[in-house]
């Protein structure tokens, strides 16, 4: 199978590399953006490969939802079949990549846009055929599982620690979209889908790292916990949850363990209990290893990984309920349902009653809009 390679950045050179070494696929041309980097058999026009009969399917690998979704589109109307690692793409227009792959006959996998090199999508896929999968979620972001740990055990500065995973290729070409909470968010709205056949796209709740700071961590070590950001899902009565935030586990919960680039994406089925798999989930060639997996289970017949009948709906986060640290400015305390607090100054570190995770992320929302400075996590997963 010949396969042309839209984008050549980080991915999109290990994703050739890989090709190159294949037993059963070839490399075809690269789509290169006119100004952008060379490549190998370039090509700058789109069309140069979907007119091309010897090309079977197209690797996108380019990320952003515009101009990739035009080019799946045209790259599926073509009868090419189409893999991407692009989280945004398949989060805003997956479910239209779904019904345009399954009308032309050709595939539309994504495994590499949820975990990296570990093989989750494909797992639940998998799993939801026989077993009821009760939850789903875990570290699915490597950028931020780096910084954690390396402004954990390396002492670095949350600047520091960003600067450190851009150069290794891990975080994405706008790395808000890591730090913010929303690159995991899509993953598990990914995830959701393939599980639930429920696409969450509205109701969402994500929290990020950009306000934890070095004494934040110091904190968390003085007083046992190691901080990760986690995405969750689940069943919610007719629709889903799915939400990202960042939780303190105790020293020797299995998170903790989880250091650098990984990630740990688990999900638990009713009949088969708590499935757990952990590996690379960002870098060149991990997230390379699985968009040549997919392609692989192309060659095997498996096409897709949404249902015919997968459609989008209205997350409901309103079920779950959770103690959280809160580190906010003192006068701001009564604004939560305070358990036990510790003032330090004009900063007040308060543990609260268990409260749901949507009133926790409105009630930061809120207090932010007002111009306050906090920073929130669950405790305890
Ligand atoms: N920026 C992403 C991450 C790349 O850090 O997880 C892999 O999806």
């Given at each position: 199978m010949r396969v042309a390679v839209l984008g050549f950045g980080t991915v999109g050179v290990g994703v050739y590399e890989m090709l190159q070494q294949a037993q059963e696929l070839e490399a075809g041309p690269v789509l290169v953006r006119p100004g952008k980097a060379d490549a190998p058999f370039k090509v700058t026009d789109l069309e140069q490969i979907l007119a091309d009969p010897r090309v079977d399917a197209v690797a996108e690998v380019m990320g952003g939802v515009e101009p990739a979704y035009q080019y799946a589109s045209a790259a599926l109307r073509a009868g090419k079949h189409f893999v991407t690692s692009n989280k945004a793409l398949v989060a805003a227009r997956g479910i239209e990549?779904?019904?345009?792959?399954?009308?032309?006959?050709?595939?539309?996998?994504?495994?590499?846009?949820?975990?990296?090199?570990?093989?989750?999508?494909?797992?639940?896929?998998?799993?939801?055929?026989?077993?009821?999968?009760?939850?789903?979620?875990?570290?699915?972001?490597?950028?931020?599982?780096?910084?954690?740990?390396?402004?954990?055990?390396?002492?670095?500065?949350?600047?520091?620690?960003?600067?450190?995973?851009?150069?290794?290729?891990?975080?994405?070409?706008?790395?808000?979209?890591?730090?913010?909470?929303?690159?995991?968010?899509?993953?598990?709205?990914?995830?959701?889908?393939?599980?639930?056949?429920?696409?969450?796209?509205?109701?969402?709740?994500?929290?990020?790292?950009?306000?934890?700071?070095?004494?934040?961590?110091?904190?968390?070590?003085?007083?046992?916990?190691?901080?990760?950001?986690?995405?969750?899902?689940?069943?919610?009565?007719?629709?889903?949850?799915?939400?990202?935030?960042?939780?303190?586990?105790?020293?020797?919960?299995?998170?903790?363990?989880?250091?650098?680039?990984?990630?740990?994406?688990?999900?638990?089925?009713?009949?088969?209990?708590?499935?757990?798999?952990?590996?690379?989930?960002?870098?060149?060639?991990?997230?390379?290893?699985?968009?040549?997996?997919?392609?692989?289970c192309i060659l095997h017949g498996k096409l897709y990984m949404f249902q015919v009948d997968c459609r989008r709906v209205a997350a409901d986060n309103n079920c779950k309920e959770q103690i959280y640290y809160v580190r906010l400015p003192a006068a701001l305390a009564g604004d939560l349902p305070v358990e036990s607090a510790e003032l330090d100054g004009d900063t007040v570190r308060v543990v609260t009653r268990p409260i749901s995770v949507s009133q926790m992320h409105v009630t930061a929302q809120r207090l932010r809009a007002a111009g306050a400075s906090l920073f929130f996590a669950a405790i305890g997963g």
């Open positions: 990549l779904n019904a345009l792959a399954r009308e032309n006959g050709a595939a539309f996998l994504f495994s590499a846009a949820c975990g990296g090199g570990v093989p989750f999508l494909h797992n639940l896929s998998l799993a939801r055929e026989s077993d009821e999968i009760l939850s789903l979620g875990g570290i699915l972001n490597g950028t931020t599982n780096y910084m954690l740990d390396a402004m954990q055990r390396l002492s670095l500065d949350y600047g520091e620690a960003l600067q450190d995973a851009q150069r290794l290729g891990y975080a994405e070409a706008d790395p808000s979209a890591d730090v913010s909470g929303m690159d995991a968010l899509r993953k598990i709205m990914l995830a959701c889908a393939v599980a639930y056949d429920k696409l969450p796209s509205d109701g969402l709740l994500n929290e990020g790292i950009e306000s934890i700071t070095a004494a934040d961590v110091a904190h968390f070590r003085s007083k046992g916990y190691t901080c990760r950001l986690l995405a969750r899902g689940g069943r919610a009565g007719e629709s889903v949850s799915a939400w990202v935030e960042p939780v303190l586990l105790r020293d020797g919960a299995p998170e903790c363990a989880v250091l650098e680039n990984y990630n740990m994406a688990s999900y638990e089925g009713k009949c088969s209990g708590p499935i757990v798999l952990m590996g690379q989930g960002a870098g060149r060639y991990p997230t390379a290893s699985a968009v040549l997996r997919d392609l692989s």
